[in-house]
């Protein structure tokens, strides 16, 4: 089953623009990861926020975690023609097993130059 | 050049055969995993492996083997059995033991992927 879903399905703006993706999930989580995927390409892993976290940053990339609302959401500031690909969120399950990640279906991102 | 690789990058094969997926790694992880992709999809688990000679089921590991003889290598064979055996599939790995103070999974490193079309 799908633990994390991202909203929306893709997002087309023009370079410079902010993109922002947000990922909702079912159930407690020790953490949850960002992941980037150029198009038939393997992942990239982007920026890991713990549930004990609300906010993270890591270059133009800012995360944040609601666990009360169980949702994170990605903002990629200035973006680029390269930040072109697909994102996806990632979660492990408190109650599982630590080292399984399942991945949502992803936001496919398009920056126009 | 640490990395994780996937060959070959093209796999073709009739219905019926058992085809093996290579992966091999040399960043010293103790964990490897094996994930499938459909198109417009997300990933889905077939098998992982925290230890050499160990390994456990995913989501999805009907129609799948694997092996974990060495810790560099974690083969996946796409038997006869799995129905829909077209897809693209990626093998990671990732450390296991966590640091002093942390808790839950690590970040998970891929390799390049290995598209298989069976016709």
């Known amino acids: 089953s799908q633990q994390g879903e991202e909203d929306p399905q893709a997002l087309s703006i023009q370079e410079g623009e902010n993109a922002t993706m947000n990922c909702s999930y079912k159930?407690?989580?020790?953490?949850l990861q960002w992941y980037r995927q150029n198009s038939g390409r393997g992942l990239v892993h982007l920026i890991l926020i713990r549930s004990n976290e609300r906010e993270k940053h890591s270059g133009r990339l800012r995360v944040t975690l609601d666990t009360s609302k169980k949702s994170s959401s990605l903002l990629i500031t200035a973006s680029r023609a390269a930040d072109t690909a697909s994102y996806f969120c990632?979660?492990?399950?408190?109650?599982?097993?630590?080292?399984?990640?399942?991945f949502g279906s992803g936001t496919q991102l398009t920056v126009l130059p | 050049d640490g990395g994780i690789t996937q060959s070959p990058k093209y796999l073709f094969r009739k219905e019926g055969q058992n085809v093996t997926l290579s992966c091999e790694q040399n960043l010293n992880h103790d964990a490897m995993y094996w994930y499938r992709q459909d198109p417009g999809q997300g990933l889905r688990l077939i098998y992982y492996s925290q230890i050499v000679n160990d390994f456990q089921k995913g989501d999805i590991a009907e129609g799948y083997s694997v092996s974990r003889e060495k810790k560099e290598s974690f083969p996946l064979t796409v038997t006869s059995a799995q129905k829909n055996p077209t897809a693209f599939y990626l093998c990671a790995s990732s450390i296991l033991h966590p640091t002093s103070g942390s808790s839950g999974s690590y970040e998970q490193y891929f390799g390049p992927g290995t598209r298989l079309t069976v016709t």
């Open positions: 990632a979660t492990d399950e408190a109650s599982g097993s630590a080292r399984q990640l399942t």
């Open positions: 159930t407690s989580i020790n953490n």
